[in-house]
């Protein structure tokens, strides 16, 4: 005898995978990658057979949960990048895959001491995220929000970074405020490292004279004692300003 799946046997197993993925990430970033399939079966309301027809391997079922989530974020940044202006879309980005890094760094350190990850289903969910990133980027430099010098793989490593240190801090508020202050960096109009005081002088060790009151460039002379004001208005009230009590 044939036996024929319906539609609702279909959603019912939908549901259950879902129901499986969705357990598997709590017990994943509470206990680490060593829970047993049963405990998670148990999490999810369901029987180990149902895990073991998704899933035929814990390796299988963490590929998947990394997926999910990594697709989730590239939901996040398409919907942000359709309903926002460029240069919100790419830092609410950043502080969405910031925000939840926390719940995929267990996941994270195992593939990256294995050698055999990443794989195909995994790979191919990375390289879209990849191709969101560089999206929002462009478009937030093309509208002049972030610097025109930052290419994708600078931002990833400052996420990176920005997430490693939001792990860090016990204190969550104070970390995202490291994180936004971190993130402010990517600005234009913020200070950088390369138009720092420091550098700009080493560049120019001689920089041009300014009068000592109103900052007016002064005219440099080969011979005689350097000037410190523009003239005698600047002079005297530098004058009265020493004398006042």
């Given amino acids: 005898m044939t036996t024929v799946i319906g539609a609702g046997d279909r959603s019912d197993?939908?549901?259950?995978?879902?129901?499986?993925?969705?357990?598997?990430?709590?017990?994943?970033?509470?206990?680490?990658?060593?829970?047993?399939?049963?405990?998670?079966?148990r999490r999810a309301g369901v029987g180990a057979g149902t895990v073991y027809?998704?899933?035929?391997?814990?390796?299988a079922l963490v590929e998947a949960v990394m997926t999910q989530q990594l697709a989730e974020l590239v939901v996040s940044g398409e919907r942000r990048m359709a309903r926002s202006a460029p240069t919100d879309a790419f830092f609410g980005f950043l502080l969405d895959v910031i925000g939840t890094s926390n719940s995929r760094v267990t996941v994270c350190d195992v593939m990256s001491a294995d050698a055999s990850w990443p794989r195909p289903l995994l790979t191919a969910t990375v390289a879209r995220?990849?191709?969101?990133?560089?999206?929002l980027l462009g478009a937030a430099q093309r509208a002049?929000?972030?610097?025109?010098?930052?290419?994708p793989d600078d931002v990833v490593a400052i996420t990176v970074g920005c997430a490693a240190m939001l792990t860090a801090r016990h204190?969550?508020?104070?970390?995202?405020?490291?994180?936004?202050?971190?993130?402010?960096?990517?600005?234009?109009?913020?200070?950088?490292?390369?138009?720092?005081?420091?550098?700009?002088?080493?560049?120019?060790?001689?920089?041009?004279p300014a009068c000592e009151d109103c900052g007016a460039a002064l005219t440099v002379h080969a011979t005689g004692r350097p000037a410190r004001y523009c003239g005698a208005t600047c002079r005297q009230r530098a004058r009265r300003r020493r004398l006042a009590p």
């Fill in 53 to 59: 027809r998704h899933f035929p391997s814990k390796n």
């Fill in 13 to 41: 197993a939908r549901r259950n995978r879902a129901r499986v993925l969705a357990a598997a990430a709590e017990a994943f970033a509470e206990r680490g990658l060593d829970v047993p399939l049963g405990d998670i079966a």
């Fill in 129 to 135: 995220l990849h191709q969101l990133l560089t999206a």
């Fill in 171 to 208: 204190d969550r508020a104070a970390g995202l405020a490291l994180v936004r202050l971190t993130l402010d960096g990517l600005r234009p109009s913020g200070p950088t490292v390369t138009e720092s005081r420091s550098l700009r002088d080493s560049r120019n060790p001689h920089p041009a």
């Fill in 144 to 151: 002049g929000g972030v610097r025109p010098d930052l290419d």
